[in-house]
């Protein structure tokens, strides 16, 4: 493994581990997404996210990350990030629930993200995702061999504003290989002062924007663990593991299910 600006390369082979680890991340992504509807616990994808791993024999990614006590992220409208499957919180029709969660296979990791609707949603919800999961695509697009890190970040940002929607700050995207975060770090808007980093065939990315429909700012309840938006407006979170190769990004876990 090639390292370049603390970043490392992965070779064929190690793309080749990393596309498996998406791929049966997907799967139980895709499994758990068939079972999102009004008055479910959302302590039963957790129950879906370990029964599957077990099946699959993979290990869940953030289970035990820095005291994490759960296989699955699972944030219910204004929670951003890090939420946990409760046994008493049950979907209600019109919210929207979003799904982060990775696996790790043979030692490498996978991490994928989705939101959905529960049920008939608002027009306003639907509009968000629909955009999270463009701005994503946009910035994707972008992860390309001569670009910068900049352009990916500005290219999920300008998508983002242009549809008025605040990009959340606080998290960011990441490299991801034989740990679940490496660098580079992945901003979901271009910071003030960065250092163009160009993209080289072999890097790795977790690229996730998050988006809300209100401020960009976030608090963390008092779990440690949950974000949610300061203002509680509702916000929304896609993300998948990409590849950038000599032919352009390779998304490494596409759902084989509608989002």
Known sequence: MQKYRGVFLKNDNEIALLREANRLGTLILDA????????VPTMLFEEI?????????VKPAFQGYYGFPYALCCSVNEEVVHGFPSATRLLKEGDIVSFDFGVIYEGFYGDSARTVGVGQV???????MRVT???LMRGIAEAKVGNTLNEVSAAIQKHAERH???VIRRFVGHGIGRSLHEKPEIPNFVPAMSAPLPLKAGMVLAIEPMLALGTHEVEILSDNWTAVTKDRSLSAHFEYSIAVTSRGPEVLGLPTSAE
Not at 32 to 39: Q, S
Not at 122 to 128: K, P, Y
Request: aromatic share 4%.
């Open 32 to 39: 758990m997404c068939a079972e999102v509807k009004p008055g």
């Open 49 to 57: 996210a370990q029964d599957m791993c077990r099946t699959l024999q």
């Open 122 to 128: 608002s027009e306003t919800a639907d509009r968000l």
């Open 133 to 135: 999961k463009e701005s």
């Open 164 to 166: 008025g929607y605040a």
